[in-house]
């Protein structure tokens, strides 16, 4: 019987928002992974959530979408790429946290299986690095599009270093290009 973890969880610079590794067992026929366990993750990382909804997103390479949240039926979420890869950021907007006006970003792709957990109460966004992407997560809560807010991408409060390379701009929509500054944007 093994004894090696199922889940490797690693903690990142903001408080509670957690990187994510499940086991790959691969061989010369390809691999496997269970994507998500709830028994699994709750012994690893201490939390008992319940999902009640999966969404699934494909995006150009350059789209930046986000940074998202909802004031309301906040969200706890769980996130990985399937195909491709982004650089996937969470802000601390929890005005108790010990992390509060931080933010943290890290890769996720479909070659390193990494996931990013991000609790209630922190704004959300990702820009893809690769040609295309397709990124899947599961929420907490349902998706409440009265309460929606956006940060800005680009606020220089928060200071995002996003991997863009030099003379490319994201590709956004209307919404999120209309994001609000940190001054202005509702916190919890």
């Not at 990382?45 to 979408?65: A, C, G, I, K, P």
């Not at 491709?84 to 890290?106: E, L, M």
């Not at 893809?128 to 991408?153: I, M, R």
Request: charged content about 20%; proline content about 6%.
């Amino acid at each position: 019987m093994s004894t090696q973890p199922k889940l490797i969880v690693t903690p990142t610079a903001i408080h509670d928002v957690l990187i994510i590794e499940p086991k790959v067992f691969g061989d010369e026929r390809g691999w496997f992974t269970e994507s998500f366990n709830a028994q699994d993750f709750a012994a690893a990382t201490d939390l008992n959530v319940e999902f009640v909804q999966d969404n699934h997103s494909f995006s150009h390479q350059w789209t930046l979408r986000g940074l998202h949240y909802q004031s309301e039926q906040t969200q706890g979420k769980l996130m990985r790429v399937v195909a491709g890869s982004v650089f996937d950021v969470a802000v601390d907007i929890r005005k108790d946290s010990p992390t509060y006006g931080q933010w943290a970003g890290i890769e996720l792709s479909a070659v390193n299986h990494k996931q990013l957990w991000i609790p209630p109460g922190l704004a959300h966004g990702f820009l893809v690095l690769s040609e295309s992407a397709e990124f899947l997560y599961k929420t907490t809560d349902y998706y409440h599009p009265q309460s929606e807010a956006c940060l800005a991408w680009n606020d220089s409060t928060v200071g995002i270093k996003w991997p863009l390379p030099t003379g490319i701009k994201p590709n956004m929509n209307a919404k999120d290009s209309a994001g609000l500054s940190w001054d202005l944007a509702p916190k919890f």
